[in-house]
């Protein structure tokens, strides 16, 4: 089940183009926030701020400088995608995106990434998220839920640590309680017959959701404060994603079962 928007997307994804120097492909880095440096001083700007206010700064600090995996790029790409913003700090766009991602949903829900036994990502994209997660020391379950042209991809940037489903029907139907399902920019862009399966599946988790106000006609603030909290029994705090201003923003939405 697709969204048009990516029954067109996936047709210039092949499924057997060697994945050696992905990063540096046309049809990833035509992906609205993939391309190099795009928003990075604002998205450093917060991480800081996110940085100062975690229990683990000085841990996640080390992630930061880090940066991304050399993995997908050449070593010219590599090169250019450096972000240098002070003296001393080199890192990247993918890597603070992701952080980003991460640190919000920490503050947002008071809990650390690591006190999780499973996460499930729905529209992992290359894997960034999960990549940056690992690179903390998370050594639970991960599963990845994406279209196999896609998949492919974060599978080979993970080096295999995320177990890659094509459907949603291929979640398990027994997961660890202490469960964390991820969406960042993805279950927004899906059909809304297959967000029902998801919620279906994924009830009484835990949630981190990003979700753009509108995709291509669906209004999804109204969809993601009206109907997901009721069909996953949740309550849910959000938080505006304030420099990201294309399909009428982006919104943070962490979301939790009433006990716990
Ligand atoms: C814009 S990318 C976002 C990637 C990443 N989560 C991020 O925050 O950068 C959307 C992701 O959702 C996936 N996706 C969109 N519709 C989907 C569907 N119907 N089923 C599975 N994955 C889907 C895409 O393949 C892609 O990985």
């Known amino acids: 089940m697709k969204h048009e928007f990516w029954e067109r997307t996936i047709k ?12 540096t492909w046309d049809v990833v880095r035509q992906i609205p926030i993939y391309s190099e440096h795009e928003l990075v001083d604002d998205y450093y ?8 206010s975690s229990p683990h700064q ?3 600090e ?3 400088s880090k940066g991304e995996p050399r993995r997908g790029h050449t070593d010219e790409s590599y090169a250019r995608a450096l972000y240098k913003p002070a003296a001393g700090v080199s890192t990247t766009g ?34 960034d998220t999960a990549h940056t997660i690992f690179d903390r ?4 379950a991960y599963f990845i839920v994406d279209f196999p042209e896609i998949a492919r991809i974060s599978s080979y940037y993970l080096g295999g640590r995320a177990e890659v489903l094509h459907s949603v029907d291929d979640i398990p139907d027994y997961l660890p ?13 899906a059909p809304l017959e297959l967000r029902y399966k998801v919620a279906d599946k994924l009830s009484g988790a835990d949630c981190l959701i990003l979700f753009q106000y509108s995709f291509y006609g669906i209004n999804n603030m109204e969809y993601f404060l009206e109907q997901w909290p009721s069909l996953t029994k949740s309550f849910y705090r959000i938080r505006p994603l304030r420099f990201h201003q294309s399909m009428g923003g982006s919104w943070y939405m962490v ?3 009433p006990t716990s």
């Open 12 to 23: 210039e994804f092949s499924l057997d183009r060697d994945l050696a120097d992905f990063k």
């Open 45 to 52: 700007r917060e991480v800081c701020q996110l940085l100062r």
């Open 58 to 60: 000085a841990e996640w």
């Open 62 to 64: 080390q992630v930061l």
């Open 94 to 127: 993918f890597r603070l995106k992701s952080l980003h991602h991460v640190l919000s949903f920490e503050q947002l829900r008071e809990k650390s990434i690591l006190d999780y036994d499973c996460i499930v990502e729905f529209g992992a994209g290359i894997g």
């Open 137 to 140: 020391g998370y050594r639970g």
């Open 177 to 189: 309680l202490n469960l964390l399902f991820i969406a960042t920019w993805s279950l927004s862009e």
């Open 255 to 257: 979301g939790m079962s």
